[in-house]
T-cell receptor
Framework: GAGVSQSPSNKVTEKGKDVELRCDPISGHTALYWYRQSLGQGLEFLIYFQGNSAPDKSGLPSDRFSAERTGGSVSTLTIQRTQQEDSAVYLC??????????FGQGTRLTVV | QQQVKQSPQSLIVQKGGISIINCAYENTAFDYFPWYQQFPGKGPALLIAIRPDVSEKKEGRFTISFNKSAKQFSLHIMDSQPGDSATYFCAASDQTGANNLFFGTGTRLTVIP
């Protein structure tokens, strides 16, 4: 596609349920990032994939969070046993050259 | 530890004025410094970027000034317009890909008509 695509755009889930958020990066981009943004706040780094290297998972807030990137393309961020504090916008970005990143529109997650 | 420090947190400027946002970093491996602009409900979008081999880069009303020795860089928005009202993030990365893309904490700019 022309840009980074994230789905769903909005997700409402009950506390304790698992959710999966999807990111389709720009074709050919080797780097993929996940960030979390709470209302009116900055970008909280979650995880970074670069080519075939081991991902940088240092930003994942707990072991309830995990992410994978299949075939060097599509990525899925999974949050298990969701909590209310997980409510935020989850942003995905991809880049060909590190730093020149293109963001998706984000998935707004609401845990009720 | 915040890899990139950004200030101010918020900024109010009159239309036609100059908006200045400052950032600082410590890691000398960083060699690419982009700025992103984010409007409410949207993802951040790349605005302008600079490499440390130049001290200034200008694109229209937007200018990045870079001070390598001080490890500081700043965004200047000349003739600020209400449509510039957004949140601005500075960032830093390593072109080799060894490092992640690190963001500042953001500056919420409001341009008053």
């Amino acid at each position: 596609g022309a840009g980074v695509s994230q789905s769903p755009s909005n997700k409402v889930t009950e506390k304790g349920k698992d959710v999966e958020l999807r990111c389709d990066p720009i074709s050919g981009h080797t780097a993929l990032y996940w960030y979390r943004q709470s209302l009116g706040q900055g970008l909280e780094f979650l995880i970074y994939f670069q080519g075939n290297s081991a991902p940088d998972k240092s930003g994942l807030p707990s072991d309830r969070f995990s992410a994978e990137r299949t075939g060097g393309s599509v990525s899925t961020l999974t949050i298990q046993r969701t909590q209310q504090e997980d409510s935020a916008v989850y942003l995905c970005a991809s880049s060909y050259r590190n730093g020149l990143a293109f963001f998706g529109q984000g998935t707004r997650l609401t845990v009720v | 530890q915040q890899q990139v420090k950004q200030s101010p947190q918020s900024l109010i400027v009159q239309k036609g004025g100059i908006s200045i946002i400052n950032c600082a970093y410590e890691n000398t491996a960083f060699d690419y410094f982009p700025w992103y602009q984010q409007f409410p409900g949207k993802g951040p979008a790349l605005l302008i970027a600079i490499r440390p081999d130049v001290s200034e880069k200008k694109e229209g009303r937007f200018t990045i000034s870079f001070n390598k020795s001080a490890k500081q860089f700043s965004l200047h928005i000349m003739d600020s317009q209400p449509g510039d009202s957004a949140t601005y993030f500075c960032a830093a990365s390593d072109q080799t890909g060894a490092n992640n893309l690190f963001f500042g904490t953001g500056t919420r700019l409001t341009v008053i008509p």
